[in-house]
């Protein structure tokens, strides 16, 4: 079992940044591809950004590509998605998720093994 506890949520104007982080605990950090998604009420789940096991590979949507970074630090159990340039249409809760993965790849399928509470983002305008 894995457990993952996103933090950094909240409100901010357009334009602005939040850095959401997400700590896991329970098995080796190191042996799961992480990923960050988000659900928008009356929409699906969405991935936003996914990074391989050791940070070396990373997956962008389109609707975040330049303005989110996701990294990882494996020493602390911790996967971060700063996200600069925030519009309206950000808002959403968002979800931590890892997924076991034997190789080093970026996991972008939605069948992530375990995940986060979630936390809200909301972006005015």
């Known amino acids: 079992q894995v457990q993952l506890v996103e933090s950094g949520g909240g409100l901010v104007q357009a334009g602005g940044s939040l850095r959401l982080s997400c700590a896991a605990s329970?098995?080796?950090?190191?042996?799961?591809?992480m990923g960050w998604f988000r659900q928008a009420p009356g929409l699906e789940r969405e991935l936003v950004a996914a990074?391989?096991?050791?940070?070396?590979?990373?997956y962008y949507s389109d609707s975040v590509k330049g303005r989110f970074a996701i990294s990882r630090d494996n020493a602390k159990n911790t996967v971060y998605l700063q996200m600069n340039s925030l519009k309206p249409e950000d808002t959403a809760v968002y979800y931590c998720?890892?997924?076991?993965?034997?190789?080093?790849?970026?996991?972008?399928?939605?069948?992530?093994?375990?995940w986060g509470q979630g936390t809200q983002v909301t972006v005015s305008s």
């Open positions: 329970g098995r080796p950090f190191s042996n799961y591809a």
């Open positions: 990074i391989s096991r050791n940070g070396g590979n990373t």
């Open positions: 998720a890892a997924k076991n993965v034997v190789f080093n790849r970026v996991a972008t399928e939605k069948d992530y093994d375990y």
